[in-house]
T-cell receptor, first 114, second 114 residues
């Protein structure tokens, strides 16, 4: 099976711009979670989507949003970019089956905000 | 108090030795526990998952869980230089609607000396 894919892999934006990141889960996985990783804060949960609905949200401002499509692909959007948004953005997919609820990570999108 | 705590290291061990990585968590209701390995510049890769008290072995890796003490550990036997990486402990956090939210520790950097 192909793994989780994320596009683009690298992005450079300037403050005030907006950005959209894409994640395609492992085939058959219907849950997609997004995480932000920075050297200072580590890996932090952004939100999770399942069946096109946001099921949980972390402690991030409303500038961070997402959506999921009927084929389980997910996008994450960050508006009005700030320097502090520079990070590795990771998505993870899972089956959401309680017996095998492991999350598998994609390669990430490295966002640099100048 | 952080929800998931790990010693940041680095933990330095000689090749062939046993590396012991530890993690404590604060939410007594947590049911699922994971160890991820992350090489520099890469995304986290699942090493082990554990759900019940006791030991779980997979090759050179053994995860240990003690829910009463809110403690989870990872032992790596016959450590190899290729095991040098950051090891992330993750605990499935509380969430509404049974959603999947991983809370990560800050990671322990392991260095295996040849």
């Amino acid at each position: 099976k192909a793994g989780v894919t994320q596009t683009p892999r690298y992005l450079i934006k300037t403050r005030g711009q907006q950005v959209t990141l894409s994640c395609s889960p492992i085939s058959g996985h219907r849950s997609v979670s997004w995480y932000q990783q920075t050297p200072g804060q580590g890996l932090q949960f952004l939100f999770e989507y399942f069946s096109e609905t946001q099921r949980n949200k972390g402690n991030f401002p409303g500038r961070f949003s997402g959506r999921q499509f009927s084929n389980s692909r997910s996008e994450m959007n960050v508006s009005t970019l700030e320097l502090g948004d520079s990070a590795l953005y990771l998505c993870a997919s899972s089956t959401r089956d309680p017996s095998t609820d492991t999350q598998y990570f994609g390669p990430g999108t490295r966002l640099t905000v100048l | 108090q952080k929800e998931v705590e790990q010693n940041s290291g680095p933990l330095s061990v000689p090749e062939g030795a046993i590396a012991s990585l530890n993690c404590t968590y604060s939410d007594r209701g947590s049911q699922s526990f994971f160890w991820y390995r992350q090489y520099s510049g890469k995304s986290p890769e699942l090493i082990m998952s554990i759900y019940s008290n006791g030991d779980k072995e997979d090759g050179r890796f053994t995860a240990q869980l003690n829910k009463a003490s809110q403690y989870v550990s990872l032992l790596i036997r016959d450590s190899q230089p290729s095991d040098s990486a950051t090891y992330l402990c993750a605990v499935e956090g509380p969430g509404v609607d049974s959603s999947y939210k991983l809370i990560f520790g800050s990671g322990t950097r392991l260095l295996v000396r040849p």
